[in-house]
């Protein structure tokens, strides 16, 4: 089993009659701190997005319009997350293939990253990402 599972984490919700308001603190709320942020909107109806790993990166997702399914995959397990709450995020660590999928109208997907962009860090091969998940495992650097 790789080290850190991808897991649901509840943000912080102020309820007020004006309108509610969730925050994000980096190493509070989430695990790393916050080095890049972007978000996919307008994405087609059928649409897969991601459809790779990161080898360092960390992200946590949100929902922060609309809804997603996040597909999840460690190399020996897969997850599916339904993500539809801008309170709610995904923790997704790294040496974790994800694809997202199912997109409502109007939606938008919200990514929190822990590293800079770094083309060198994706892995866009699944039969590799299998590879390097079972090295990591055989080697004890999981």
């Known amino acids: 089993m790789s080290q850190l599972k991808c897991k649901m984490i509840e943000l912080p919700k102020i309820l007020d009659r004006r309108g509610n308001l969730t925050f994000i603190e980096a190493c509070c709320h989430i695990p790393f701190n916050i080095k890049r942020v972007y978000y996919l909107y307008d994405v087609p109806g059928g649409a897969l997005r991601g459809g790779h790993a990161h080898r360092h990166l960390q992200q946590f997702v949100i ?19 339904y993500l539809n709450r801008s309170y709610y995020g995904l923790y997704v660590p790294t040496m974790t293939w994800r694809e997202i999928d199912n997109f409502s109208s109007g939606s938008v997907c919200l990514v929190l990253a822990s590293e800079h962009y770094d083309q060198e860090d994706y892995i866009r091969d699944y039969h590799e990402f299998k590879q390097l998940a079972a090295e990591g495992i055989a080697d004890g650097q999981s």
């Open 63 to 81: 929902a922060a319009s609309g809804s997603f399914t996040v597909r999840t995959d460690n190399g020996f397990e897969k997850e599916d997350f």
